[in-house]
């Protein structure tokens, strides 16, 4: 499985960006594919999930009403569209998948064995 993600580059506060991470893998719709983030300094942190078969996406709270998590199976790619972006978004964003992931633990980083590279995003204030 390999994971490509794109899309990131340096903004302003208020701005938007579209993340997207391509799949190399058969029967991408069921992978439960996930966002997660880290800025320097500081631990790996979810960022949104999104289980197989186009379900409903889970969010930090941080991120809620701001980020909007979707897929297109046909395409194996997920996206990430970020508005309203913030200074404390600033981070690598790296993608995530696996084909066993339970509910409650959507937003925890071990549940997850296939990593992307990492994108950076870096908004400015």
């Known amino acids: 499985v390999q994971l490509q993600a794109c899309g990131g580059g340096l903004v302003q506060a208020g701005d938007s960006l579209r993340l997207s991470c391509v799949a190399s893998?058969?029967?991408?719709?069921?992978?439960?594919m996930s966002w997660f983030r880290q800025a320097p300094g500081k631990e790996r942190e979810f960022v949104s999930a999104m289980k197989r078969y186009n379900s409903n996406p889970l969010y930090a709270d941080s991120v809620k009403g701001r980020f909007t998590m979707s897929r297109d199976n046909a395409q194996n790619t997920v996206y990430l569209q970020m508005n309203s972006l913030k200074p404390e978004d600033t981070a690598v964003y790296y993608c995530a998948a696996d084909q066993q992931v339970i509910t409650s633990s959507l937003s925890r980083s071990v549940s997850y064995d296939y990593w992307g590279q990492g994108t950076q995003v870096t908004v400015s204030s």
């Open positions: 893998v058969v029967s991408f719709s069921t992978y439960t």
